[in-house]
């Protein structure tokens, strides 16, 4: 069973930026391809940045490249996601998943969720 649990969502103003974390409890985490979703309300759950076993090995979402920045330490059990110049559009709930292996997925085919963290943008 692996435990994910997200933290660094609050509110900001547009153009500004936040720093999202997702911890992991699992023996090797290396062996987990991570990714990171989001769901605003009434809408259905999106992908948002997805990251392999390596750094070099990541793939977002048209809508946030050149903004976001998907990045993990494999030491400390944590995959990131950093966003910058933040947009009203891009609030809301932010999850982290994960599945074992390698392979990267853009849909929501990961075996494990976090609970969720929120990211409110004012404009």
């Known amino acids: 069973q692996v435990q994910l649990v997200e933290s660094g969502g609050g509110l900001v103003q547009a153009g500004g930026s936040l720093n999202l974390s997702c911890t992991a409890s699992v023996r090797t985490f290396g062996g987990y391809a991570m990714a990171w979703f989001r769901q605003a309300p009434g809408e259905e759950r999106e992908f948002v940045a997805a990251i392999g076993w390596t750094s070099d090995n990541t793939v977002y979402t048209d809508s946030v490249k050149g903004r976001f920045t998907i990045s993990r330490d494999n030491a400390k059990k944590t995959v990131y996601l950093q966003l910058n110049d933040l947009k009203p559009e891009d609030a809301a709930v932010y999850y982290c998943?994960?599945?074992?292996?390698?392979?990267?997925?853009?849909?929501?085919?990961?075996?494990?969720w976090g609970q969720g963290t929120q990211v409110t943008v004012s404009s």
């Open positions: 998943a994960a599945r074992f292996g390698s392979e990267v997925l853009v849909t929501p085919r990961y075996s494990y």
